[in-house]
């Protein structure tokens, strides 16, 4: 959630971004925190609106959101709950502002690899890095290191991250992208802090 607030707060040009949520449970609260956090950290100034929905397969509701937040001035959305942030990105993009996508790199399914209308404004996706975690496991297994338990995964050992530009790359500029390089390394060693308690 954080460097997708980044990203949100690095590319808005009114200084309003929004985010619309799924279902109001804590993993769904840390990442709306965690978003709120990203857009403060590099935009102060901006301001973050933001809305629970009490579905997470609703998007239609999802899109009426975030055409309700772009109303409010919102120029960057942020579609964190299942289908209905799916419907939220679409609809937003659909209507000329930015998005985000949340879990998987949205530009490949809720997009269809760039065949969706509104493909051009997908600005990335807030990915959790299942990939990284299944390699993970698989190789401790081999290695015969493979022990049971909770384990977390987050920017230290690559458990999350931002799915590539697609078809808006030419809109991110230079600054930004080492921008959020910076924010990504400092969260990987620990002198970024989110401040969202788990």
Known sequence: GFLAGALAGLMTRS?????VAGVEIPPVRRFRQGYDAGVKYVCPPCQVLGVYLDSFVDPARGKTAALSQIDEGADVIFGGGGTTGSGAILGATQAGAWAIGVDQDEFMTTFHNGAAPGARKLLSSAMKRVDSAVYGAIK????????????VFDASNDGIGLAPFHAAEQAVPEPVRDRLQEIMAGLKAGTVKTNVVR
């Open 140 to 151: 401790t297994a081999l290695d015969g290191t493979f022990t049971g338990g909770t384990q």
């Open 15 to 19: 200084k309003t971004v929004g985010m």
